[in-house]
């Protein structure tokens, strides 16, 4: 488990109030938004928990599923020829929601307690 500071910088109005701006100016300067990409979409799909997420959110929301893979593909085009999409197409804060987040902690939930519960060892009697 790692150590996290999340819950501390969210309930703090100073902290919050002073790392919102520059995680704004951040995603900004990211990038990924003027190619058509949430957050979401830059997690990498090697991972056999991201690929359960990814299964479980086909089945649930087949169509976010959907629109996932499009953005995907509109983003490889535009690094192929070099360019942005128009302004009028770029994602906007508001439309960037963590919409795979949630399958990936309840999958990541669910491997820690199968790592839990599967700790029998077998040893030979002699």
Not at 91 to 105: A, H, W
Request: hydrophobic share 40%; charged share 30%.
């Amino acid at each position: 488990m790692s150590l996290t500071l999340k819950s501390f910088v969210q309930n703090s109005k100073f902290f919050s109030s002073l790392l919102k701006p520059v995680s704004k100016v951040y995603a900004s300067a990211a990038g990924y938004r003027q190619i058509g990409l949430r957050y979401d979409d830059l997690i990498s799909e090697e991972s056999d928990l991201v690929q359960e997420a990814l299964r479980r959110l086909a089945i649930a929301e087949p169509r976010e599923a959907y629109d996932r893979a499009y953005r995907i593909r509109v983003a490889q085009q535009c690094s192929l020829t070099h360019q942005l999409l128009p302004k009028s197409q770029w994602v906007t804060s508001d439309k960037d929601i963590r919409y795979l987040q949630p399958y990936i902690d309840e999958v990541a939930a669910e491997f820690a307690e199968r790592d839990a519960f599967d700790n029998i060892k077998v040893s030979a009697r002699h």
